[in-house]
């Protein structure tokens, strides 16, 4: 429809109502497009995901003796089918002190299925993954006639490989963080980086030798086990408590508490946070 075409004629300027045309209508805008060859405008057609960039490969998986499977790897996530795929690593390792058997998803939500004979390890490993959504499944059938220590400290190694393993280039990161974890009177403190360079820092005290069936000591040898295997600058400290199960529990907790964040994709960051480059 034309609007002020008789005034147009009148001013002189000669037939040319398009001057004076109203908005064109959707249904016009269509043919306009379809005369030049490009799609119309359809505001709920739905946005394709785009695909993330710097895509390579890592190993995804990794057992000893066996050959390591690999999966599409990015910067910031694994795309497969449309869909985003966990950040996973599975680990065997057999000794004559320990046999273990292990699967790790990055990015989970807290489940486990924990069997290392000691019901106060599991209760430890249990709040480390629950805090950190870690998915962990886990098996270890250790020399416990001898002492707790091989048992424990194998563990902390297979569980640091796979946290390394499940890193995988370590893109995109957040790299470093830290957490505050209170449990009643109790009250621990951990900070890691993701550096490559393993090192603890452990200052905790307790007042009993065990906690269940679990020695005491054997804390700081899981946790150092830990850090080495995955490549952590690792701090953690007892700032003030005095029932020992609740030092303890706040310890594996803030350890999952600062794992997560710190292992967390950060759309921001291009390639490894490091100002060399590199984490290794």
């Known amino acids: 429809p034309l609007q002020g075409a008789g005034t147009a004629s009148l001013l002189g300027f000669g037939a040319t109502p398009q001057l004076f045309r109203v908005k064109p209508t959707q249904r016009e805008k269509s043919t306009r497009c379809r005369q030049r060859s490009v799609p ?3 505001f709920a057609r739905p ?3 785009p695909q993330l960039a710097h895509s390579n490969t890592y190993a995804v998986s990794r057992q000893m ?3 390591e499977q690999l999966r599409p790897h990015t910067a910031h996530a694994q795309i497969h089918q449309g869909g985003i795929l966990m950040r996973t690593a599975a680990i065997t390792r057999t000794t004559r002190e320990t046999d273990i058997t292990l699967t790790l998803t990055l990015d989970g939500s807290g489940k486990t299925s924990l069997s290392t004979g000691i019901g106060f390890f599991d209760h430890m490993l249990d709040a480390l993954c629950r805090f950190g959504q870690l998915d962990l499944a886990l098996t270890c059938r250790g020399d416990l006639h001898v002492d707790a220590h091989h048992t424990v400290e194998d563990v902390g190694i297979c569980l640091g ?4 393993d499940a890193l995988g280039d370590r893109k ?6 830290s957490a505050y974890m209170p449990m009643d009177e109790a009250l621990a403190f951990a900070a890691l980086d993701i550096s490559g360079r393993p090192y603890l820092v452990f200052d905790a005290e307790f007042a009993a030798p065990m906690c269940g069936q679990f020695d005491t000591q054997l804390a700081e040898e899981f946790f150092r086990a830990f850090a080495v295997n995955a490549g952590l600058t690792l701090h953690l400290k007892v700032l003030y408590g005095k029932n ?4 303890l529990e706040a310890l594996y907790k803030a350890l999952g508490l600062a794992l997560r964040d710190a292992a967390s994709i950060d ?4 390639g490894v946070l490091s100002t060399k480059g590199s984490l290794d």
């Open 65 to 67: 003796g066996a050959t």
């Open 40 to 42: 119309a405008p359809n």
């Open 47 to 49: 946005q394709t995901r």
């Open 244 to 247: 020992d199960h609740h030092k």
């Open 267 to 270: 759309n921001r960051i291009e």
């Open 172 to 177: 995109g990161i957040r790299r470093a963080a």
């Open 161 to 164: 490989r796979a946290i390394r």
